[in-house]
T-cell receptor, first 113, second 116 residues
Framework: ETGVTQSPTHLIKTRGQQVTLRCSSQSGHNTVSWYQQALGQGPQFIFQYYREEENGRGNFPPRFSGLQFPNYSSELNVNALELDDSALYLC????????????FGEGSWLTVV | AQTVTQSQPEMSVQEAETVTLSCTYDTSESDYYLFWYKQPPSRQMILVIRQEAYKQQNATENRFSVNFQKAAKSFSLKISDSQLGDAAMYFCAYREKQGGSEKLVFGKGTKLTVNP
């Protein structure tokens, strides 16, 4: 049990639509990151938030955006969905001190048709 | 950018035997963290073991241990007394600092099968 929960578990969207994925972290976990894991690949870093501000971003276009809220919940929003966006999206969080364990949720499976 | 390479797409081991999963990485930093994560069919990434680069001693967690060779940039995972529940995808990861943030850079994974 990592204390990181994600919703929904699975969803199917049509190309061009928008999607919002949600994550709830443990109290005190002020850093949250999102990863995209395509089938058969390792997770790829999308971006990181610290205390509601984005402070790091991977090689993903601006249509991938996020929000972090004071209650340790966060969102990943993807606009103008493309077929290649089909993947497992993982939320990860950790406490403030560097070196602490990063805890992952079980992910949200997104299929774009 | 740092890279992580897992050269074994699949490995298999007999129950109760020992197996070693390989990982190499590329970095110019001197202080960093390395991790092995397990991802069972449930998809949740579970931390198996971590190594801090400034520590000479290899990390150990029960049946799991690493062979950390800093000069060679190698970080292999040894699983002793393998159990059926160890069957999963195993990912090696490097924690990279990026400005004010940190991110994990993952390898492509090794699928471990445990045969009864």
């Amino acid at each position: 049990e990592t204390g990181v929960t994600q919703s929904p578990t699975h969803l199917i969207k049509t190309r061009g639509q928008q999607v919002t994925l949600r994550c709830s972290s443990q109290s005190g976990h002020n850093t949250v990151s999102w990863y995209q894991q395509a089938l058969g690949q390792g997770p790829q870093f999308i971006f990181q938030y610290y205390r509601e501000e984005e402070n790091g971003r991977g090689n993903f276009p601006p249509r991938f955006s996020g929000l972090q809220f004071p209650n340790y919940s966060s969102e990943l929003n993807v606009n103008a969905l493309e077929l290649d966006d089909s993947a497992l999206y993982l939320c990860a969080s950790r406490p403030d001190r560097a070196g602490n364990t990063i805890y992952f949720g079980e992910g949200s499976w997104l299929t774009v048709v | 950018a740092q890279t992580v390479t897992q050269s074994q797409p699949e490995m298999s081991v007999q129950e109760a035997e020992t197996v070693t999963l390989s990982c190499t990485y590329d970095t110019s930093e001197s202080d960093y963290y390395l991790f092995w994560y397990k991802q069972p069919p449930s998809r949740q990434m579970i931390l198996v073991i971590r190594q801090e680069a400034y520590k000479q001693q290899n990390a150990t967690e029960n049946r799991f241990s690493v062979n950390f060779q800093k000069a060679a940039k190698s970080f292999s995972l040894k699983i002793s007394d393998s159990q059926l529940g160890d069957a999963a995808m195993y990912f090696c990861a490097y924690r990279e600092k990026q400005g004010g943030s940190e991110k994990l850079v993952f390898g492509k994974g090794t699928k471990l099968t445990v045969n009864p």
